[in-house]
């Protein structure tokens, strides 16, 4: 491996490493229903939780054996409810302009496959953690925040959900724990490595990675 890409590599920490509990409990609001609320959004939400509670608990995926499955039924629905091309312009910010069409296609994709790997892997280990919803609030005409609290025996956790709504459909574009933004985080991340990189040296190291979660 060139000495170049391994430094950059190095470079690259994930989220959940940099602020271990964004990692962790960024699936946690799924172990409990939402409490009742007409907004779009929490409908939309719910909808979702729904999905996943019902492959969670399906008796026949019980065990380690089934744990494939059951992480790829949560990956098609992590397809539902996160808007991935959403979160990629706004994870790259200016640098979204420095990718060529190709490329941006290839960022979307790995970037893709990267959060739905730690999506797929935390939440199918989930506990019995309560949510309770504060209250949502507009950021502008098409997005919405919805603010919770992850009730653990031990603490309380504010977790806000970012949603914009495209076609009439409303789609999670960000996830803020603690104050600390999912996006703004991969945002940072990102800038570093272009800052004195190319974006195919970012798109190697996602590949890298991408590679090894799958391998995994």
Do not use: C
Not at 4 to 28: P, S, W, Y
Not at 152 to 166: D, F, G, H, N, Q
């Amino acid at each position: 491996m060139p000495q170049g890409t391994k430094r950059v590599q190095n470079d690259f920490r994930e989220v959940a490493m940099k602020k271990g509990v964004v990692g962790i409990l960024l699936v946690l609001w799924l172990v409990s229903p939402l409490e009742a609320n007409s907004a779009v959004p929490l409908d939309m939400l719910k909808i979702h939780i729904d999905k996943v509670l019902e492959v969670l608990r399906d008796p026949a995926l019980k065990g380690e054996s089934e744990r494939k499955v059951k992480k790829e039924r949560i990956r098609v629905i992590s397809e539902e409810m996160f808007d991935f091309t959403e979160l990629s312009k706004r994870s790259l910010a200016q640098n979204w302009d420095k990718f060529n069409p190709d490329q941006q296609k290839e960022f979307i994709r790995l970037y893709k496959s990267l959060l739905e790997e730690t999506y797929s892997e935390k939440v199918t280990s989930y506990t019995d953690e309560k949510i309770v919803i504060k209250k949502d609030v507009n950021l502008s005409e098409k997005t919405v925040e919805v603010q919770t609290t992850v009730i653990t025996k031990t603490s309380e956790v504010p977790i806000y959900y970012r949603l914009i709504e495209k076609n009439g459909d409303w789609k999670v574009y960000d996830v803020v724990i603690e104050g600390v933004s999912l996006v703004s985080n991969y945002r940072t991340q990102f800038r570093e490595i272009l800052a004195s990189k190319t974006p195919e040296a970012l798109l190697e190291v996602l590949r890298n990675k991408v590679g090894k979660g799958q391998a995994s």
